[in-house]
């Protein structure tokens, strides 16, 4: 088991790559927002992952309770706030591949810019 | 046997993520993004971080899923395959990926209690919170109280995010499309049996789960950003069953927009109301003689701030897309 100790981080570096692959090489703009989602969880996952204490639970304090180890809050505060930014970015993103793609008829990069082009 | 469950649950995000980008139909692509960030969730709460997993499970899998179908009902489903250069891109992510792996062999392994992220002041809050605010969720603790300046900041990059999409989506494109009002065939799925019977049975449930979250969260896993996130997809919900138009009937638009506003305002207000008493930008101790009531009081107004943006913010974002019309 010590072995898989670093495991989370080896599948956030997988996960990242996924993402900022999905962004570099698919042409289509609501692929490349899906894989910016990607990559902005695999960035949670490595916060999330630094809370975790052996035999800790969640922070919620017990009165009366003495000795009980608990995970650290910080980074699921910074967390927490990500994500629900991350949708309101997300949806920002979505707002202007839509207008994109009312203007343009297509929302594939190449295309757009061949149009541009002419 | 929990350490096996989350490896399993990590190898299945790969080859999930893995079929998020091979998949040619858009469609389907959104659908396993949902089922990622419901994997997501179940490895947020192994890792001990309950109130993450919530707010994941009610924004990832529900809030983003939905906005990213909007998007596609406007747009196309379909990816055009191509003969692209790939092998740069290939090349260049699996170096960096086998850096990073190589890397990772300084960090500390998974739940050791002497790294260093634990030494410095996540032990002061966990000390301190008891004696200062003296309630038993730290994170919400944290959150509205230590590090307010931080969620005020989040708050109102959400309040710009918000205002940002009504500017790009709802001013018309020029044709005379005014897009704020659903045109009359919206009629939702009512005349669907299973969604109109289950949604309107789910719709109450959600909301009332979402309030108590939201006045709970002092106690257990929950504050206003998952409450803001449950209770905007139980109405997004509402209106898929009933139709957009009635959706609006129950709330309309121009309550939202000010809900977006008004949350933002209560948790600014609540600093500087702070301030007037004789105390810090953001310090709740002031509000009321006993510091620690104050600090109780200054919580919930915070939370309630942070809700009523965050639900504004979402429900006007899915009305602003769904009330969008795609032009063939």
Do not use: C
């Amino acid at each position: 088991m010590e072995f898989f100790g670093l495991y989370n981080y080896w599948v956030f570096a997988v996960l990242l790559m996924i993402g900022l692959y999905t962004v570099m090489s698919k042409a289509n703009l609501i692929k490349k927002l899906i894989g910016m989602s990607i990559f902005q969880s695999a960035v949670f996952l490595l916060y999330i992952t630094m809370d975790k204490v052996e035999g800790g639970t969640a922070p919620i304090l017990k009165p009366g309770v003495d000795g009980q180890i608990y995970s650290n809050p910080l980074p699921q505060v910074l967390i927490l706030t990500a994500i629900v930014v991350g949708v309101a970015t997300l949806a920002l993103g979505l707002a202007i591949v839509v207008r994109i793609s009312e203007s343009y008829g297509t929302i594939e990069e190449d295309e757009v810019r061949e149009i541009d082009r002419e | 046997m929990v350490v096996l469950f989350g490896l399993f649950l990590l190898t299945l995000l790969v080859i999930t993520a893995l079929g998020i980008v091979n998949a040619d139909n858009l469609f389907a692509a959104v659908m396993l993004m949902g089922i990622f960030s419901l994997q997501m969730a179940a490895i947020f709460f192994v890792l001990d971080a309950a109130d993450v997993a919530l707010t994941e499970a009610a924004v990832g899998a529900g809030v983003a899923t939905m906005l990213l179908l909007g998007a596609l009902a406007l747009t196309k489903d379909k990816e055009k395959r191509r003969r692209r250069r790939r092998w740069p891109a290939i090349v260049i992510v699996t170096v960096t990926t086998l850096m990073m792996i190589y890397a990772t062999f300084d960090m500390p392994r998974l739940g050791d209690p002497q790294a260093p992220v634990h030494q410095h002041v996540a032990p002061w809050y966990l000390s301190e919170t008891p004696k200062v605010i003296d309630i038993p969720n730290v994170v919400t603790a944290i959150l509205a109280s230590f590090r307010g300046y931080d969620t005020l900041g989040e708050v109102f990059v959400i309040f710009t995010a918000g205002v940002g999409v009504m500017f790009i989506l709802a001013n018309g494109s020029g044709n005379g499309r005014r897009t704020m009002v659903p045109s009359a065939d919206s009629t939702g799925l009512r005349h669907h049996l299973v969604p109109r019977v289950v949604g309107r049975l789910l719709v109450p449930f959600i909301v009332l789960f979402g309030l108590y979250v939201q006045f709970h969260g002092e106690y257990g896993p929950g504050g206003g950003f998952q409450a803001g996130a449950l209770i905007s997809a139980g109405l997004i919900l509402y209106a898929l069953v009933e139709g957009e138009k009635e959706a609006l009937r129950a709330i309309p638009l121009s309550v939202l927009v000010g809900m977006i506003a008004f949350g933002a305002f209560l948790f600014g207000a609540v600093g500087v109301v702070g301030m007037l008493f004789g105390g810090n930008f953001l310090d709740y101790s002031v509000l009321l003689s006993n510091p620690v009531a104050g600090q109780h009081l200054g919580i919930m107004l915070v939370e309630l701030g942070v809700g009523i943006t965050v639900t504004g913010v979402l429900l006007t974002i899915f009305h602003t897309i769904a009330a969008r019309r795609k032009d063939h």
